[in-house]
Protein backbone atom coordinates (compact mmCIF):
# COMPACT_ATOMS: atom_id res chain seq x y z
CA UNK A 1 0.00 0.00 0.00
CA UNK A 2 1.35 3.06 -1.03
CA UNK A 3 2.08 5.71 2.02
CA UNK A 4 0.10 8.89 1.86
CA UNK A 5 2.54 12.02 1.40
CA UNK A 6 2.11 14.99 2.63
CA UNK A 7 -0.62 16.49 0.01
CA UNK A 8 -2.00 13.37 -0.97
CA UNK A 9 -5.57 13.44 0.95
CA UNK A 10 -8.23 12.67 0.01
CA UNK A 11 -10.83 15.73 -1.19
CA UNK A 12 -14.26 13.87 -1.22
CA UNK A 13 -14.68 11.07 1.58
CA UNK A 14 -17.16 8.88 0.27
CA UNK A 15 -19.64 10.14 2.93
CA UNK A 16 -19.31 13.55 1.73
CA UNK A 17 -20.27 12.56 -1.89
CA UNK A 18 -23.05 10.69 -0.55
CA UNK A 19 -23.97 14.31 1.32
CA UNK A 20 -23.66 16.13 -2.13
CA UNK A 21 -25.98 13.87 -3.75
CA UNK A 22 -28.76 14.39 -1.45
CA UNK A 23 -28.28 17.75 -1.66
CA UNK A 24 -28.05 18.14 -5.22
CA UNK A 25 -31.27 15.89 -5.28
CA UNK A 26 -33.35 18.20 -2.97
CA UNK A 27 -32.75 20.74 -4.99
CA UNK A 28 -33.66 19.14 -7.88
CA UNK A 29 -37.04 17.85 -6.57
CA UNK A 30 -37.60 21.33 -4.40
CA UNK A 31 -38.18 22.77 -8.49
CA UNK A 32 -41.05 20.77 -8.70
CA UNK A 33 -42.66 20.25 -5.38
CA UNK A 34 -44.63 23.24 -4.85
CA UNK A 35 -46.97 22.37 -8.13
CA UNK A 36 -46.91 18.59 -7.56
CA UNK A 37 -48.94 19.53 -4.07
CA UNK A 38 -46.14 17.93 -2.15
CA UNK A 39 -46.11 20.16 0.77
CA UNK A 40 -48.39 19.99 3.44
CA UNK A 41 -48.66 21.79 6.64
CA UNK A 42 -49.01 20.22 10.27
CA UNK A 43 -50.31 22.55 13.31
CA UNK A 44 -48.99 22.70 17.25
CA UNK A 45 -51.03 23.37 19.76
CA UNK A 46 -49.59 26.49 22.02
CA UNK A 47 -51.02 25.87 25.77
CA UNK A 48 -51.32 28.97 28.50
CA UNK A 49 -49.60 27.43 31.48
CA UNK A 50 -51.95 28.95 33.41
CA UNK A 51 -55.16 28.33 32.59
CA UNK A 52 -53.97 24.89 30.98
CA UNK A 53 -55.80 26.07 27.75
CA UNK A 54 -54.94 26.36 23.82
CA UNK A 55 -54.35 29.74 22.74
CA UNK A 56 -52.98 29.24 19.28
CA UNK A 57 -51.06 27.02 17.14
CA UNK A 58 -47.85 26.76 15.40
CA UNK A 59 -47.53 25.60 11.18
CA UNK A 60 -44.86 23.63 10.55
CA UNK A 61 -44.01 22.59 6.74
CA UNK A 62 -43.75 18.96 5.94
CA UNK A 63 -42.68 17.76 2.01
CA UNK A 64 -43.38 14.16 1.03
CA UNK A 65 -41.74 13.46 -2.30
CA UNK A 66 -42.12 10.03 -4.25
CA UNK A 67 -38.27 9.82 -5.05
CA UNK A 68 -37.16 11.34 -1.31
CA UNK A 69 -40.20 10.43 1.04
CA UNK A 70 -40.14 12.37 3.96
CA UNK A 71 -37.52 14.80 3.73
CA UNK A 72 -37.30 16.68 7.79
CA UNK A 73 -37.81 21.16 7.17
CA UNK A 74 -34.53 20.90 9.06
CA UNK A 75 -32.74 19.62 5.62
CA UNK A 76 -34.52 21.51 3.20
CA UNK A 77 -35.39 25.00 4.47
CA UNK A 78 -31.67 25.68 4.17
CA UNK A 79 -31.60 24.14 0.58
CA UNK A 80 -34.93 26.60 0.10
CA UNK A 81 -32.96 29.59 1.56
CA UNK A 82 -29.68 29.29 -0.26
CA UNK A 83 -31.75 29.10 -4.15
CA UNK A 84 -34.14 31.52 -3.49
CA UNK A 85 -37.20 29.07 -3.43
CA UNK A 86 -37.94 29.74 0.00
CA UNK A 87 -39.67 32.80 -1.39
CA UNK A 88 -42.61 30.85 -3.42
CA UNK A 89 -42.82 27.83 -0.68
CA UNK A 90 -42.94 30.69 2.26
CA UNK A 91 -45.67 32.30 0.33
CA UNK A 92 -47.77 29.09 0.18
CA UNK A 93 -47.10 28.70 3.94
CA UNK A 94 -48.53 31.95 4.55
CA UNK A 95 -51.54 31.40 2.52
CA UNK A 96 -52.17 28.06 3.67
CA UNK A 97 -51.79 29.14 7.37
CA UNK A 98 -53.80 31.88 7.36
CA UNK A 99 -56.70 30.65 4.98
CA UNK A 100 -56.88 27.22 7.53
CA UNK A 101 -57.24 29.53 10.39
CA UNK A 102 -59.78 32.18 8.80
CA UNK A 103 -61.67 29.26 8.42
CA UNK A 104 -61.28 27.66 11.59
CA UNK A 105 -62.12 30.95 13.31
CA UNK A 106 -65.41 30.42 11.14
CA UNK A 107 -66.37 27.19 12.32
CA UNK A 108 -64.95 27.37 15.62
CA UNK A 109 -65.48 30.59 16.99
CA UNK A 110 -62.54 29.91 18.98
CA UNK A 111 -59.82 33.56 19.04
CA UNK A 112 -57.01 31.07 18.19
CA UNK A 113 -53.72 32.74 16.74
CA UNK A 114 -51.65 31.01 13.92
CA UNK A 115 -47.77 31.22 14.54
CA UNK A 116 -46.10 31.09 11.08
CA UNK A 117 -42.34 30.47 10.92
CA UNK A 118 -41.19 33.25 8.16
CA UNK A 119 -37.62 32.94 6.98
CA UNK A 120 -35.17 36.20 6.94
CA UNK A 121 -34.70 36.07 2.93
CA UNK A 122 -38.83 36.24 2.79
CA UNK A 123 -38.94 39.11 4.94
CA UNK A 124 -35.98 41.01 2.42
CA UNK A 125 -38.21 40.53 -0.54
CA UNK A 126 -39.65 43.51 -1.55
CA UNK A 127 -43.21 41.69 -2.30
CA UNK A 128 -43.36 40.17 0.99
CA UNK A 129 -45.70 42.67 2.81
CA UNK A 130 -48.25 43.39 -0.35
CA UNK A 131 -48.40 39.85 -0.68
CA UNK A 132 -49.11 39.33 3.33
CA UNK A 133 -51.57 42.47 2.89
CA UNK A 134 -53.31 40.67 0.11
CA UNK A 135 -53.82 37.32 2.19
CA UNK A 136 -55.08 39.27 4.95
CA UNK A 137 -57.98 41.46 2.83
CA UNK A 138 -59.00 37.97 0.82
CA UNK A 139 -59.18 36.01 4.14
CA UNK A 140 -60.40 38.80 6.33
CA UNK A 141 -58.52 36.95 9.23
CA UNK A 142 -57.95 40.02 12.28
CA UNK A 143 -54.06 40.54 11.80
CA UNK A 144 -53.98 40.18 15.66
CA UNK A 145 -54.93 36.35 14.96
CA UNK A 146 -51.46 35.94 12.97
CA UNK A 147 -47.99 35.33 14.45
CA UNK A 148 -44.99 35.84 12.81
CA UNK A 149 -41.71 33.89 14.30
CA UNK A 150 -38.32 35.59 12.92
CA UNK A 151 -35.16 34.17 14.33
CA UNK A 152 -31.78 36.68 15.29
CA UNK A 153 -30.18 36.28 11.59
CA UNK A 154 -32.70 39.70 11.20
CA UNK A 155 -30.32 41.85 13.73
CA UNK A 156 -27.92 40.81 10.38
CA UNK A 157 -29.80 42.97 7.62
CA UNK A 158 -31.12 45.56 10.35
CA UNK A 159 -31.00 48.43 7.68
CA UNK A 160 -34.17 46.63 5.28
CA UNK A 161 -35.81 44.81 8.70
CA UNK A 162 -36.09 46.97 11.14
CA UNK A 163 -38.36 48.95 8.64
CA UNK A 164 -40.14 46.04 7.68
CA UNK A 165 -40.60 44.90 10.89
CA UNK A 166 -42.33 47.82 11.94
CA UNK A 167 -44.56 47.73 9.02
CA UNK A 168 -45.79 44.48 10.17
CA UNK A 169 -46.83 45.69 13.85
CA UNK A 170 -48.66 48.62 12.54
CA UNK A 171 -50.74 46.09 10.37
CA UNK A 172 -51.51 45.00 13.50
CA UNK A 173 -49.49 41.24 13.12
CA UNK A 174 -47.54 39.77 16.05
CA UNK A 175 -44.25 39.42 16.05
CA UNK A 176 -42.13 36.10 18.21
CA UNK A 177 -38.96 35.62 18.29
CA UNK A 178 -38.27 32.13 17.75
CA UNK A 179 -34.58 29.67 18.64
CA UNK A 180 -34.20 32.59 21.58
CA UNK A 181 -30.84 31.96 23.20
CA UNK A 182 -28.74 30.19 20.17
CA UNK A 183 -27.82 33.19 18.42
CA UNK A 184 -24.69 34.81 19.29
CA UNK A 185 -25.96 38.38 17.98
CA UNK A 186 -25.69 40.49 20.77
CA UNK A 187 -28.99 41.10 22.68
CA UNK A 188 -29.45 44.66 21.44
CA UNK A 189 -31.74 43.65 18.95
CA UNK A 190 -34.72 43.60 21.53
CA UNK A 191 -34.87 46.81 21.75
CA UNK A 192 -34.76 47.84 18.04
CA UNK A 193 -37.58 45.84 17.14
CA UNK A 194 -40.83 45.89 18.42
CA UNK A 195 -41.16 42.21 19.56
CA UNK A 196 -44.07 40.41 21.47
CA UNK A 197 -42.99 37.53 22.94
CA UNK A 198 -39.59 35.04 22.79
CA UNK A 199 -39.53 31.28 21.69
CA UNK A 200 -37.14 29.90 24.18
CA UNK A 201 -34.85 27.39 21.56
CA UNK A 202 -36.38 23.63 22.56
CA UNK A 203 -32.72 22.49 23.38
CA UNK A 204 -33.10 24.42 27.13
CA UNK A 205 -36.39 22.62 27.75
CA UNK A 206 -35.94 19.49 27.01
CA UNK A 207 -34.63 17.70 29.78
CA UNK A 208 -34.71 20.58 31.79
CA UNK A 209 -36.11 19.10 34.65
CA UNK A 210 -32.96 16.73 34.97
CA UNK A 211 -30.14 19.97 34.08
CA UNK A 212 -30.01 22.70 36.15
CA UNK A 213 -27.99 25.03 33.75
CA UNK A 214 -30.77 24.42 31.37
CA UNK A 215 -32.82 25.27 34.39
CA UNK A 216 -30.80 28.66 34.96
CA UNK A 217 -30.54 29.51 31.12
CA UNK A 218 -34.51 29.38 30.86
CA UNK A 219 -34.60 31.62 34.22
CA UNK A 220 -32.11 34.37 32.98
CA UNK A 221 -34.34 34.55 29.31
CA UNK A 222 -37.64 35.10 31.27
CA UNK A 223 -36.05 37.66 33.31
CA UNK A 224 -34.97 39.01 30.06
CA UNK A 225 -38.48 38.58 28.47
CA UNK A 226 -39.96 40.22 31.71
CA UNK A 227 -37.32 43.47 31.27
CA UNK A 228 -38.77 44.07 28.03
CA UNK A 229 -42.17 43.33 28.62
CA UNK A 230 -41.93 40.25 26.53
CA UNK A 231 -44.50 37.33 26.76
CA UNK A 232 -42.36 33.61 27.10
CA UNK A 233 -42.95 30.85 24.85
CA UNK A 234 -40.76 27.08 25.97
CA UNK A 235 -40.70 24.73 23.25
CA UNK A 236 -40.11 21.00 23.78
CA UNK A 237 -41.82 20.57 26.59
CA UNK A 238 -41.81 16.47 26.58
CA UNK A 239 -42.98 15.89 30.42
CA UNK A 240 -45.40 17.13 32.96
CA UNK A 241 -42.10 18.16 35.66
CA UNK A 242 -41.44 20.39 32.79
CA UNK A 243 -44.32 21.72 32.83
CA UNK A 244 -44.81 22.55 36.65
CA UNK A 245 -41.38 24.23 36.60
CA UNK A 246 -42.02 26.44 34.15
CA UNK A 247 -45.33 27.59 35.46
CA UNK A 248 -43.35 28.30 38.52
CA UNK A 249 -41.17 30.45 37.06
CA UNK A 250 -43.49 32.98 35.40
CA UNK A 251 -43.10 31.34 31.63
CA UNK A 252 -46.40 32.35 30.04
CA UNK A 253 -47.01 29.22 26.87
CA UNK A 254 -46.05 26.05 26.48
CA UNK A 255 -45.61 24.05 23.51
CA UNK A 256 -44.32 20.43 22.93
CA UNK A 257 -45.08 16.17 22.43
CA UNK A 258 -46.19 16.66 26.57
CA UNK A 259 -49.60 18.04 25.24
CA UNK A 260 -49.30 17.08 21.33
CA UNK A 261 -47.13 16.28 18.14
CA UNK A 262 -47.63 18.35 15.45
CA UNK A 263 -50.79 16.90 13.96
CA UNK A 264 -52.24 17.25 9.89
CA UNK A 265 -54.71 19.94 9.81
CA UNK A 266 -57.97 17.29 9.68
CA UNK A 267 -56.36 15.75 12.63
CA UNK A 268 -55.78 18.97 14.67
CA UNK A 269 -59.44 19.97 14.45
CA UNK A 270 -60.60 16.49 15.31
CA UNK A 271 -58.66 16.69 18.54
CA UNK A 272 -58.15 20.47 19.27
CA UNK A 273 -60.93 22.38 18.10
P1 LIG B 1 -38.81 25.47 14.93
O1 LIG B 1 -39.52 26.63 14.33
O2 LIG B 1 -37.93 25.71 16.09
O3 LIG B 1 -39.96 24.41 15.26
C1 LIG B 1 -39.97 23.56 16.38
C2 LIG B 1 -39.55 22.16 16.02
O4 LIG B 1 -39.58 21.36 17.21
C3 LIG B 1 -40.48 21.46 15.03
O5 LIG B 1 -39.67 20.63 14.22
C4 LIG B 1 -41.37 20.62 15.95
O6 LIG B 1 -41.96 19.51 15.29
C5 LIG B 1 -40.38 20.20 16.99
N1 LIG B 1 -40.98 19.87 18.28
C6 LIG B 1 -42.18 20.28 18.78
N2 LIG B 1 -42.36 19.81 20.03
C7 LIG B 1 -41.27 19.10 20.35
C8 LIG B 1 -40.87 18.35 21.53
O7 LIG B 1 -41.55 18.27 22.54
N3 LIG B 1 -39.64 17.74 21.47
C9 LIG B 1 -38.84 17.81 20.36
N4 LIG B 1 -37.66 17.17 20.39
N5 LIG B 1 -39.18 18.50 19.25
C10 LIG B 1 -40.38 19.13 19.25
P2 LIG B 1 -39.92 20.50 12.65
O8 LIG B 1 -41.40 20.52 12.38
O9 LIG B 1 -39.12 19.35 12.17
O10 LIG B 1 -39.30 21.84 12.08
C11 LIG B 1 -37.93 22.11 12.16
C12 LIG B 1 -37.60 23.52 11.78
O11 LIG B 1 -37.88 23.78 10.40
C13 LIG B 1 -38.43 24.57 12.52
O12 LIG B 1 -37.91 24.75 13.81
C14 LIG B 1 -38.26 25.76 11.61
O13 LIG B 1 -37.03 26.40 11.83
C15 LIG B 1 -38.26 25.11 10.24
N6 LIG B 1 -39.59 25.20 9.64
C16 LIG B 1 -40.66 24.40 9.81
N7 LIG B 1 -41.73 24.83 9.09
C17 LIG B 1 -41.31 25.95 8.45
C18 LIG B 1 -41.96 26.88 7.55
O14 LIG B 1 -43.13 26.77 7.20
N8 LIG B 1 -41.18 27.91 7.09
C19 LIG B 1 -39.88 28.09 7.48
N9 LIG B 1 -39.20 29.13 6.99
N10 LIG B 1 -39.27 27.24 8.33
C20 LIG B 1 -39.97 26.19 8.82
CA1 LIG C 1 -40.82 28.18 15.04
CA1 LIG D 1 -37.84 27.24 17.69
CA1 LIG E 1 -35.45 26.63 14.12
Known amino acids: VKARGKN ?57 NKTLGQVPPDEFISIAEETGLIIPIGHWVLNTAIEQNAHWQKTTNQPIYVSINVSVRQLLDPTFLEKLKNTIETTSLHPSQIVLEITESIAMYAETTIEKIAELKK ?91 PLPASEFQEKWL
Open 171 to 261: LGITLSMDDFGTGYSSLSYLTKYPLDSLKIDKSFAINMHRNDENKAIIQTIIAIAKEFNLKVIAEGVEEQETCHFLAEIGCDYAQGYHFSP
Open 8 to 64: DFQLFTPQMQQEFHRKVMIEKQLQTALVNEEFELYYQPIMDLKTNEMIGMESLIRWN
